[in-house]
């Protein structure tokens, strides 16, 4: 059973502090990883994708990846309370002959950023 | 551009009744999903879809089926719903490789 594990949260920061999203995956064989984004009540969409060690910046946003010990992280600095919402992780592997197609999603971890 | 369209976005069902919750996409996307979400469970897969012609079964596929007889509409048949079916269902599909799902607006659905 492949699984994405993330912390449950909530996490609560003030305004302009760096937010902190954590996420572990079992499956090895894991290629591609990516955060959605989730409001209350609304569908998620895509903020980050990220497939190689290291780290990936897009604005406010950092990825890191460390497939070594199957760790994805990220990083949200100068936190503002439109970020306020539901973060999900969630991990591609490829199955031997397959293609990517699947995502396996953790539960999410919910932010919350303080005025 | 209208993306991913489901419908219908509420529903309330009697145990022991069925439906249809329609999903179609204007993406020319060759894959399409079904996950449905519980409060604090995140996304469960529930069928997928490569092409059309093809599907398959993902994590929770009990007392569910789909067709996808085109590339734009995924539909998901429930038989003979149960109140654990009680959720919020999103459609979603994907460009081929890319892994950027682009998800509908979701179908809450009750069974009472």
């Known amino acids: 059973q492949k699984e994405v594990e993330q912390n449950s949260g909530p996490l609560s920061v003030p305004e302009g502090a760096i937010a902190s999203l954590n996420c572990t995956y079992s499956?090895?064989?894991?290629?591609?990883f990516f955060w959605y984004r989730q409001y209350s009540g609304k569908s998620p969409e895509l903020i980050m994708s990220i497939y190689s060690n290291g780290d990936k910046e897009d604005g406010r946003f950092t990825a890191q990846l460390n497939k070594a010990s199957q760790y994805v992280s990220l990083l949200i600095r100068d936190s503002q309370p439109s970020d306020s919402a539901t973060y999900l992780c969630?991990?591609?592997?490829?199955?031997?002959?397959?293609?990517?197609?699947?995502?396996?999603f953790g539960k999410g971890t919910l932010l919350t950023v303080n005025p | 551009n209208a993306g991913v369209t489901q419908t219908p976005k509420f529903r309330i069902l009697k145990i022991g009744q069925s439906m249809t919750l329609q999903c179609t996409q204007d993406m020319n996307h060759n894959y399409m999903y079904w996950y449905r979400q519980d409060p604090g469970m995140g996304l469960k897969l529930i069928y997928y879809s490569v092409g059309a012609g093809i599907t398959d079964k993902g994590e929770v596929p009990n007392g569910y089926n789909v067709s996808r007889s085109t590339t734009e509409d995924f539909p998901l048949r429930l038989e003979l719903a149960a109140p654990s079916q009680t959720s919020v269902y999103f459609c979603?599909?994907?460009?081929?490789?890319?892994?950027?799902?682009?998800f509908g607006e979701g179908s809450r659905l009750t069974v009472l």
């Open positions: 979603a599909s994907m460009l081929a490789l890319s892994g950027e799902l682009f």
């Open positions: 969630a991990v591609n592997a490829v199955r031997s002959g397959g293609s990517n197609y699947k995502l396996t």
């Open positions: 499956d090895r064989g894991s290629q591609s």
